[in-house]
């Protein structure tokens, strides 16, 4: 039972039970001789099993080796996905703080000239008021004459 197999006599099935090319699982022995090994990943019988069982075995494997491929390819693709949606988002992410860092150059940009065109604003009202004032000054200077 187990991992301890006994065969009897023959030394085929004996040979398959010390290859050690996966775990047992089953071991069946008929009555006429035949026999099959039941691994993980595969199966082998001797020569006169029945064909039908062997083929139906023989798809049962086949069926599982092209499920576990196909999930395998499954989960390879959705790997791939989740990195390349992961790589595009990180692109965004680069382009929009890139995006945002020129806009605020463009406001900060802006809002010098505006300080600028405003500083040049009062410079000219600052000089027109007193210029007004001066000419003020002369009218009185020139009426108190």
């Known amino acids: 039972e187990g991992t301890s197999w006994e065969a009897g006599d023959n030394e085929h099935i004996d040979k398959e039970l010390r290859n050690n090319s996966g775990n047992i699982h089953d071991v069946a022995i008929a009555g006429d001789g035949t026999w099959i090994v039941i691994r993980d990943n ?3 019988a001797s020569e006169g099993v029945d064909s039908s069982l062997d083929d139906q075995l023989t798809k049962f494997y086949n069926d599982q080796r092209r499920r576990f491929n196909n999930r395998k390819r499954e989960i390879a693709d959705a790997r791939r996905r989740i990195t390349d949606e992961d790589e ?5 992410c680069e382009e929009r703080e890139e995006y945002e860092h020129q806009e605020a150059m463009k406001m900060e940009r802006m809002k010098r000239e505006c300080l600028g ?3 040049v604003q009062r410079e000219a009202e600052a000089a027109r008021l007193n210029a007004a004032s001066r000419v003020s000054a002369l009218e009185a200077q020139v009426e108190g004459r």
């Open 42 to 44: 595969k199966f082998v």
């Open 88 to 92: 595009r988002e990180h692109r965004e």
């Open 117 to 119: 065109r405003l500083r």
